[in-house]
Nanobody
Framework: QVQLVESGGGSVQAGDSLRLSCKAS????????VGWFRQAPGAERNFVSA????????DYADSVTGRFIISKDNGERTVYLQMNNLKPEDTARYYC???????????????????WGQGTQVTVSS
């Protein structure tokens, strides 16, 4: 059974950078895509970015386009999220997930994901 573990979160100042990692362990790992979502206290979990596992197609939420970069290392079974020019509104718990289905833009929708990690906290102060 596949497990996902996120790491790399922390407390930083506005304008700083962080790189999050999402490493898969156990089982056969061949999702359609791996995505990053974030959830602030009292808010819904929202899409941040996703990358298809085979083709490497990348997608971003408008709020992070131009600042965040998603990448992957298939051999290491790891997906990264490089976050640059962080803003206080980026403060949230960041979760990575893996989705098997490619139907209907599944990678954009939290409910379509099959497995999630426990998340890593990112706090950005002004």
């Amino acid at each position: 059974q596949v497990q996902l573990v996120e790491s790399g979160g922390g407390s930083v100042q506005a304008g700083d950078s962080l790189r999050l990692s999402c490493k898969a362990s156990g089982g056969t790992f061949s999702p359609f895509a791996v995505g990053w979502f974030r959830q602030a206290p009292g808010a819904e979990r929202n899409f941040v970015s996703a990358i298809t596992w085979t083709g490497g197609k990348m997608d971003y939420a408008d709020s992070v386009t131009g600042r965040f970069i998603i990448s992957k290392d298939n051999g290491e079974r790891t997906v990264y999220l490089q976050m640059n020019n962080l803003k206080p509104e980026d403060t949230a718990r960041y979760y990575c997930g893996a989705v098997q289905s490619s139907y209907g833009g599944a990678q954009y929708f939290e409910k379509r994901y099959d497995v999630w990690g426990q998340g890593t906290q990112v706090t950005v102060s002004s």
